[in-house]
Structure formats: C-alpha cells, structure tokens
C-alpha cells in the first residue's frame, strides 16, 4: 500500500472520533467529508480489529463527517519543489553533482511530507452509526492510510 495520508486519534466519546490527518504524498489530493473518505480511513486503523462493515457498508456505518480546520491546502507542489531545491542548493549541492542532488533533494522532498506544519492538514470528526465500533481506538493512534473518497 502507498500511504497518502496519516491519521491520528485527537479524541474518541460517544460514537465519534476526532482525527487529526495530514497528506503524506503528493497525490493525496483534497481533503473529503464523505463518508466513504471516512470508512477508508478508519478502516486502516489499528486497534479496530476488522470489526469495521465492510466498504459497501461505508453509508449505514457512518453517521456523519465534519472536516474543519483545513490547512495548507490548495498544495503549492511546484513551489514546494523550488524550496526544496534552494534548501539543498544551500547546503553546497548542486544539480551538476546528479547522484548527490538526487539523494539530498529526495531525502528533504520526504522530509518536507513529515512535516505536519508544511503540508495540507485537518480534522475530521467521524461519527459512527454503532459506537461500539470505535473500541480500541485511543487519543495519539497513528496510522497511515491511502484512502480515497
């Protein structure tokens, strides 16, 4: 799997869980309120065990999604990528140097997509239609998913 996002658990009460989730990658696109997204999501999660309907399920078992606090999006990837590249050009790397410029620049490139101040950020509170699906899920889970939706 190729994560595109990461999820953390803020807060889990009475059938809803609170998600702090950030793009990893790029290609994560935009931020999704549906419920779809929001199945995808927590069905990567550990601690859930399976007990999550399965994908066709994804509109009985959850209730309602709210996104908010949406950061950093629209992504600048083109402007990214200049930032990175005078990052590395100030380090005394240059272009011409092929093999030491494409090591540096792809180690700050994955730098920059673990950097939650940098990249597109939001919570996502997801109510689920049984609550008792969300046991096992604890503030500061982390995982990573490539849901869509």
Do not use: C
Not at 91 to 97: K, Q
Not at 120 to 147: F, H, K, N, Q
């Amino acid at each position: 799997m190729s994560a595109l996002w990461r999820a953390r658990v803020l807060a889990v009460s009475s059938g809803t869980v609170e998600l702090n989730v950030h793009a990893v990658h790029p290609d994560a696109g935009a931020f999704s309120s549906s419920k779809v997204f929001a199945h995808r999501l927590l069905a990567d999660a550990p601690g859930l065990d399976g007990r999550l309907p399965q994908e066709g399920a994804a509109e009985d078992a959850v209730a309602a999604v709210e996104l908010s606090q949406v950061r950093n999006y629209p992504f600048d990837t083109e402007g990214a990528k200049l930032r990175v590249a005078a990052d590395v050009r100030s380090s005394g790397i240059t272009p011409e140097d092929q093999d030491a410029w494409l090591t540096a620049f792809g180690r700050a490139w994955h730098d920059l997509w673990d950097d939650v101040e940098q990249v597109p950020t939001a919570r996502l509170a997801v109510r689920l239609s049984d609550p008792s699906l969300l046991t096992g899920l604890r503030p500061g889970t982390e995982w990573e998913s490539a849901a869509y939706g």
